[in-house]
């Protein structure tokens, strides 16, 4: 038998192109703007099913928020990728879990002179005030910010040749840059430290760090100093490209490694230190800032036993509910700059994921509030079925849930940016948390709004239809510079 959130796994048939959508509730008179989100949005290539999660064929979502009222459109990305499918009914480059057809002299030149995907199905990013749709290449795709029609495909020209490049770019607020990782393969690989002005898309290499076997990474700390990847032992032998399968099949857990921290210093690109801890897997880091007074930074993950739950996010799996989705923890590291030892704690067993802060007034520093998906039970037995918030300070959370409704990452949105004067620990969590649910009683989507205080809710909009699960998004509101409000 089905699990009942299947319906949040099946393609969308339609596109909707501003559609005004009911409101049930109160929407704030203050929220005023745009929530972008990203996810894929067909999981078939012809006749045939794709294998991953990660592999579906981008979909863009837009929800106008004015006056109290929401419209919604949703649009694939024409990417390159998506037009090769539409008119010759395959893959034109390998996804995440699906290979596309190609012979071994295909995968020995592309070795050489890869050809990566545009397929950017995991979050939205800007260029100056152009929004772009960001995967795990370096093939953003620009689109409209009204009506999501796709542009163009971001062609970086700036010398970097960075095959792999992590989907969720930090921002620095003070310099007004963009900072990112990214890897370059080869038979010495490199992890590589860049950076961007906001405004620009020519990209400028900081700082790299050679590897024999590259690990596989979706996401960096960023504090005021130091950039911070977390190397986990799930690694890539180069050679592997040449087979025929999967992206992320060309990875295995080496159950002889330890994971181990990796310090970029953003001024210099050196590496200042490698500080190991004990095996684990990570996607999304929370948060990451300095502590002088002890010489230390502070790093917080959500972090996973292994990498099983790579596997346990295939199609296949999630659709028929057999086995459970590993669940991760709110984990705390405190790494020596100098001398000292290496401190762990877990500070909430979870499970939980997408992580989300108020990224904008406490990314770099230290911070009291986390909100994130997660699951009503000690051990998730499926996908996240819950929205939580929760306390640093007092070690105590908040949870929403409702039966049958499994909702996506929550996305805060402070009432008041942190630039205005006199923001404080107070306004930390003063704002709204927006989140994109499957309600499975009414077999639709639903945009619920929730106080980002009290955790209670505020509002919830009825969609046109079930969009099908997604990853991640930027909410931008209504003013005359964009900013960033998220990793």
């Known amino acids: ?264 210093d953003r001024q210099s690109g050196e590496v200042v230190s490698t500080p190991r801890v004990d095996p684990c897997f990570v996607f999304h880091h929370v948060n990451a800032f300095e502590e002088p007074a002890e010489s230390r930074v502070v790093v917080d993950v959500i972090a996973f036993e292994d990498s099983d739950v790579i596997q346990s996010l295939s199609l296949d799996r999630l659709r028929s509910g057999e086995e459970p989705v590993p669940g991760g923890e709110l984990r705390r590291y405190r790494l020596p700059l100098k001398d000292g030892g290496i401190a762990e704690q877990s500070l909430f067993p979870g499970p939980v994921e997408f992580p989300m802060i108020n990224y904008r007034a406490v990314n770099t520093r230290s911070y009291r509030y986390l909100y994130a998906a997660g699951h009503s039970g000690s051990v998730a037995t499926g996908l996240l079925n819950c929205l939580l918030k929760y306390d640093l300070e007092t070690e105590s959370h908040t949870v929403w849930s409702e039966p049958g409704v499994y909702p996506g990452e929550p996305v805060f949105v402070a009432r008041r940016p942190a630039s205005e004067p006199g923001i404080g620990e107070t306004d930390e969590d003063d704002g709204v948390v927006l989140s994109v649910l499957l309600d499975t009683r009414v077999d639709r989507s639903v945009l619920l709004i929730l106080d980002g205080s009290s955790f209670s809710e505020l509002a919830r909009v009825q969609l046109p239809t079930v969009f099908p699960f997604g990853f991640h998004g930027q909410w931008y509101p209504d003013d005359e510079r964009p900013h960033r409000t998220m990793p």
């Open 1 to 264: 038998m089905e699990p009942p959130y299947t319906a949040g796994l099946e393609s969308v048939g339609r596109e909707f192109d501003r559609v005004e959508c009911p409101v049930e509730g109160t929407i704030p008179s203050w929220l005023s703007g745009t929530l972008f989100r990203n996810g894929p949005g067909r999981f078939e290539v012809d006749d045939q099913s794709l294998n991953h999660w990660f592999d579906g064929l981008a979909m863009l979502r837009r929800f106008r928020i004015e006056d109290g009222t929401v419209s919604v459109s949703n649009r694939f990305l024409r990417s390159e990728e998506y037009e090769h499918v539409r008119r010759e009914g395959e893959l034109k480059h390998d996804q995440f879990g699906t290979t596309a057809p190609s012979s071994v002299w295909d995968r020995l030149t592309g070795l050489m002179n890869p050809e990566l995907t545009d397929n950017a199905s995991i979050s939205v990013d800007r260029i100056g005030t152009d929004p772009i749709a960001i995967t795990e290449t370096p093939r953003a795709v620009k689109f409209d910010a009204k009506t999501l029609e796709t542009e163009e495909t971001v062609e970086h020209n700036d010398g970097l040749s960075i095959t792999g490049s992590l989907g969720h770019p930090h921002y620095d607020f003070g310099t007004e840059m963009v900072v990112n990782m990214g890897i370059e393969f080869g038979r010495t690989s490199e992890y590589v430290l860049f950076e961007r002005p906001t405004d620009s898309h020519i990209r400028r290499k900081v700082g790299g760090f050679e590897v024999d076997r590259p690990a596989y990474f979706h996401s960096f700390g960023l504090t005021e100093r130091y950039a911070i990847l977390m190397e986990s032992p799930l690694r890539l032998s180069p050679r592997s490209l040449l087979r025929d399968r999967p992206f992320i099949e060309n990875y295995s857990w080496d159950d002889d490694l330890a994971s181990r921290f990796l310090l970029f």
